[in-house]
């Protein structure tokens, strides 16, 4: 297996599987007449493009070292030359195209990113946790929008509450029938607002991809591809690449593509005979694989190669069809939230590895910025809520001010807008107040340091305390200390303490149900309390203040 990288892309990243006993893909040849070399047309070489974790990103993504990437207009000129080279293509992505969204997909609830994914001829999606983000009814808008088939094997009472999705969907190819089969995360409901799945249940990805696989295979289906929004979350004592990903990919047999998403790491790997993959997020990498299947060679696939692109905007002329149907939602967009309301000396970095796993300057930001609003005595909020640096990758029209992104003056200092709180905060999720005990306190932040020194969606960033806890030690008993700023300690016990954070935290999400005792009002827009927060303190320095502790890891 090779490593996944999770950083320092490049321009392009080849790597070819070879299932066992077949002719490597340069054995290929047209009929000559010669016995036993096959005829062009008993081959098919069927092109899979596909991208990982979309979230809507619409607009080049500014990766350090290599420039502008992606983006929706540059994607659909790549794609339309490795269509143009072989027609027999499909594009799939595997799950969370929307939700968290870039600024320019995310303020028109990713209708723009629905209308893209249409226009460039999207075969399948599936489900991930950010799908249900905005609930049911608002999914099933978008299923009912989209020209293209969801597919989930794994949604118990799937027909109870949701409608035109199947377990899996079948692709005519050139005459050969490819299976396209769903699988949905299975920690999605603790990931997003509880309620929001209805009543559906998530059950086991391998087991449901079997079962669809059989099914399809009694319809014809001679190919198969399993979409599942599964992710490389590490590696094993011997480097091997594992989560749950590898997990699902060992678990099923019989498929010859296997595309993950959700964890934003590139990998490649081959398990129980089948190329197995993962992008880079948000359009930073696609995969472009052929699996070559022969008709004559008992009809099944008989190589599959594929290579990872870096789609650098600036090498390819943007789709005009692309630039004129996000024209008016630029438009729009600058009459809301060009706004100039600050300045930062430096970028608020937000890397997802540690936002998720330990105090950063835009945690405390964010958190500093609640607790001021409401004047409470301490301040939480999930890192995994936190979804772009300041200033964000929000474009404003007015080119002549300081942002990191390509095409505007050079910071830092930086200047700050508007659309970058609604970046920075895209969930639409309100702000909490609401009083708890110091026992409460103490189980909030032994959930938040559970999987340290792994990241977790749940891990808080806080303000008006300062906590130590031990990583080494088991979960559930790594907190060692809890103190409010002024150094009075909080006991494990009943006294209560005034609190804000947000509504998805407070409701049971990322697994707090400590907090889902139905106490809390709900007040403002959190993405609108950062923004006057920011605006009323004018100039930002991104610094840390030692809040969170780890004393296995001092240095972290």
């Known amino acids: 297996m090779r490593s996944p990288s999770r950083f320092g892309l490049v321009a392009l990243v080849t790597a070819t599987a070879a299932v066992s006993g077949a002719l490597p893909a340069s054995a290929w040849s047209p009929y000559d007449g010669r ?26 993504l500014n990766v350090h070292g290599v420039g502008d990437v ?74 009912d929008d989209a020209r293209f088939p969801y597919v989930s094997a794994n949604l118990r009472r799937l027909d109870d509450n949701l409608s035109g999705v199947s377990p899996y969907a079948i692709k005519n190819v050139d005459g050969v029938k490819v299976a396209i089969i769903g699988v949905t995360n299975p920690e999605a409901p603790t990931l997003v607002a509880p309620g929001n799945l209805g009543t559906m249940t998530v059950t086991d990805p391998a087991a449901a991809a079997m079962r669809a696989r059989t099914e399809a295979a009694r319809h014809g289906a001679r190919v198969f591809i399993a979409l599942g929004h599964l992710g490389i979350e590490g590696t094993d004592q011997s480097g091997d690449p594992t989560g749950p990903l590898t997990d699902f990919a060992q678990r099923v047999h019989g498929f010859d593509l296997v595309l993950g998403d959700h964890t934003d790491v590139q990998y490649q790997g081959r398990i129980n005979g089948a190329l197995v993959l993962e992008n880079r997020s948000k359009g930073a990498t696609y995969a472009r694989t052929t699996l070559t299947y022969d008709r004559r060679r008992g009809g099944r696939v008989v190589n599959a190669a594929s290579e990872f692109v870096v789609p650098v905007s600036g090498a390819v002329q943007p789709d005009p069809d692309v630039v004129a149907m996000l024209k008016p939602y630029r438009e729009e967009m600058a009459k809301r939230y060009d706004s100039t309301v600050g300045t930062a000396t430096g970028l608020f970095g937000n890397e997802e590895s540690d936002v998720r796993g330990r105090e950063t300057a835009l945690g405390d930001l964010t958190a500093d910025a609640l607790r001021a609003t409401y004047k409470t005595q301490v301040a939480f909020t999930n890192g995994g809520g936190i979804r772009a640096a300041l200033p964000s990758g929000y474009l404003p029209a007015d080119t002549s001010l300081r942002r990191p992104s390509s095409g505007y003056a050079a910071g830092p200092p930086y200047d700050l807008v508007t659309g970058d709180a609604y970046s920075v905060l895209p969930f639409g999720n309100q702000s909490l107040t609401r009083t708890l005990t110091g026992a409460q306190l103490w189980a909030v932040l032994e959930h938040s340091v559970s999987k340290a020194p792994g990241t977790f969606g749940g891990f808080l960033q806080v303000s008006g305390l300062r906590f130590t806890y031990d990583s080494a030690q088991p979960a559930g008993s790594r907190v060692q200390s809890v103190t409010l700023d002024d150094g009075t300690p909080v006991a494990n016990d009943a006294t209560t303490y005034t609190a804000a954070t947000n509504n998805f935290t407070n409701a049971g999400g990322d697994g707090y149900t400590m907090l889902a005792d139905g106490q809390g009002a709900s007040r403002n827009l959190m993405a609108a309390d950062l923004l006057d927060y920011v605006t009323a303190r004018k100039t930002l320095t991104p610094a840390t203040d030692g809040r969170i502790q780890d004393v296995s890891r001092p240095d972290a």
Not at 43 to 55: E, K, R, T
Not at 98 to 126: C, E, H, K, L
């Open 35 to 60: 016995p036993g070399n096959p005829r062009r047309s008993d081959v098919v070489d069927i092109q899979v493009l596909n991208v990982s974790d979309f979230h809507g990103q619409l607009d080049p």
């Open 70 to 143: 992606g983006g929706a207009a540059a994607l659909s000129s790549y794609w339309r030359a490795d269509r143009q080279k072989n027609p027999d293509t499909l594009l799939l992505t595997a799950g969370d195209a929307v939700g968290a969204s870039a600024p320019i997909s995310g303020f028109f609830d990713d209708t723009p990113t629905i209308r893209f994914m249409n226009y460039a001829g999207f075969d399948a999606d599936t489900f991930g946790n950010h799908n249900f983000d905005k609930g049911l009814e608002h999914l099933q808008t978008q299923i």
